[in-house]
Every structure is written in structure tokens, then in C-alpha cells.
Nanobody
Framework: QVQLVESGGGLVQAGGSLRLSCVAS????????MCWFRQAPGKEREFVAF????????DYADSVQGRFTISRDNAKNTVYLQMNNLKPEDTAVYYC???????????????WGQGTQVTVSS
């Protein structure tokens, strides 16, 4: 079992930055691909970014490419999402997820955090 706890969300003006963190319990964190998803009101949960187990590969949704950076520290059981140049359309609840496979599909992830709210004002 892996438990995930996100933090770092909040209210920010357009053009601002936030850094999300997701801390995992357990000793198997380094085995998992870690992924960030987000869900805006009335919309489906969508892929944002993933990072492979050892941090060698990353992938980003087109909508955040060049503005967001995913990273991880396996010694701290933590994955991060640095979000720069935020836009109102980035407003959503952001979730981290862990899974054994590398994928953009939310069904491929076994463990989920409770989410952290990010609100970007115009």
C-alpha cells in the first residue's frame, strides 16, 4: 500500500507560480512512476505530467509544456510539480498518483492522493 498526501496548492494571480508536493508513505516509492492529474469543475480528470521511477523520463500535457516541471526526490519519497506562468485555465484540483506502469491514462495508476486546490485569478 502507498499513501499519498499533496500540499502546496492555493490562490495565485495569473503569471504567478506555485510548487506542489506529494509525499508518499512506504519503502517502495522508487519503484513507481509518479503522475500529476488535475480536475476542473465540470470536467474530467486529465493528465498533467509524469516522471518515471528513477526520474529519467518525463512527459507533459501540451497545455502545460514549457510552464510546468515535474521532479522527484526518492530519498524523501516526494514528487514535485513546479508551476510557472500560471493561467486561469490551470484552476483545478491537482492529484498525484502512483503506478507501476508509465502512462498518461488515469486507469493505470493504483494509488491516489486526496488532491490540492489550485486557483488562478485573472
Amino acid at each position: 500500500q502507498v499513501q499519498l498526501v499533496e500540499s502546496g496548492g492555493g490562490l495565485v494571480q495569473a503569471g504567478g507560480s506555485l510548487r506542489l508536493s506529494c509525499v508518499a508513505s512506504g519503502r517502495t516509492f522508487s519503484r513507481y512512476t509518479m503522475c500529476w492529474f488535475r480536475q476542473a469543475p465540470g470536467k474530467e480528470r486529465e493528465f498533467v505530467a509524469f516522471i518515471t521511477s528513477l526520474g529519467i523520463s518525463t512527459d507533459y500535457a501540451d497545455s502545460v509544456q514549457g510552464r510546468f516541471t515535474i521532479s522527484r526526490d526518492n530519498a524523501k519519497n516526494t514528487v514535485y510539480l513546479q508551476m510557472n506562468n500560471l493561467k486561469p485555465e490551470d484552476t483545478a484540483v491537482y492529484y498525484c498518483a502512483a503506478g507501476p506502469l508509465t502512462s498518461r491514462l488515469r486507469g493505470r495508476y493504483d494509488y491516489w492522493g486526496q488532491g490540492t486546490q489550485v486557483t488562478v485569478s485573472s
